[in-house]
């Protein structure tokens, strides 16, 4: 059985002043195995934060079930772990204690509490950083500690939502190179979502393409690159094959959210409540 199994999942957004509801996700199914590297490609507001933050339990769904591990999620939990874009650390905490602070929080004693850390935290290469602030680090060595805080709760599943969109290009590779390495040394089942085509096949065991709002999975692939994945993989000819299909689907649904948004406006614009 899939360790995470969406089906029939629907969420939809009420608006003030009797304006239609809007639909992020509608009757989505999806399957996640243990072990897998899902990434989830989609257009801008097709719903894929829903669908991770529905998974992470920090969203209700309207209708459809979503099993983790043989049981419907009701809530948060330590069994998932989030990595978001924007750089969520506690500033009044150290890098350590930021860590630490689900550990601490379940109370595990703190001689264990300091040794998880120190393993998650060698793992990032974050070494010799236990004891700076977040502001004293860069965007990416944020990010790395928001890696080993995810994963020092040892959760079963690891949700990330496009953890690297605001690196530059050259840390965001790095960073796409050490997590599938901390991912092969922790076995983890991860979904990541992500706007960049490269970095879903770089990383994804499958990669799933969501429709337009509402969104569902229209396209779900495996890829069949081998791992350890060396970046020079990124222009190889089989990874431009898999790339320029991929393309053509999220173009596809990026243009049918654009005419949705035109026509959106055009109602607005003639004084139509929207
Ligand atoms: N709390 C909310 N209240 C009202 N509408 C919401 C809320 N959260 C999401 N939506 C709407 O649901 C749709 C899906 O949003 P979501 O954030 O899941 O999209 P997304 O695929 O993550 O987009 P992006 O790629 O830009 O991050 C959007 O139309 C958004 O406006
Ligand atoms: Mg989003």
Redesign the pocket.
Known sequence: MALLNLRGVSRS?ALSGGAPA?V?LQATDLQVNEHEFLTIL?P???????LLRIVAGLERHDAGEVILDGRPIAGPGSDRGMVFQSYTLFPWLTVRDNVCFGLRERRIPRPQQLEIAQEYLAQVGLSGFEHHYPRQLSGGMQQRVAIARALANGPRILLMDEPFGALDHQTRELMQELLLDVWQANRKTVLFVT?DIDEAIFMGTRVAVMTA?PGRIKLDQSIELGYPRHYSIKTSPPFAAIKSELMEQVRIEARAAQAATVQLAAIDSSGAKV
């Open positions: 957004f809007t992020a989609g801008s507001g097709c719903g894929k934060s829903t706007h709002r």
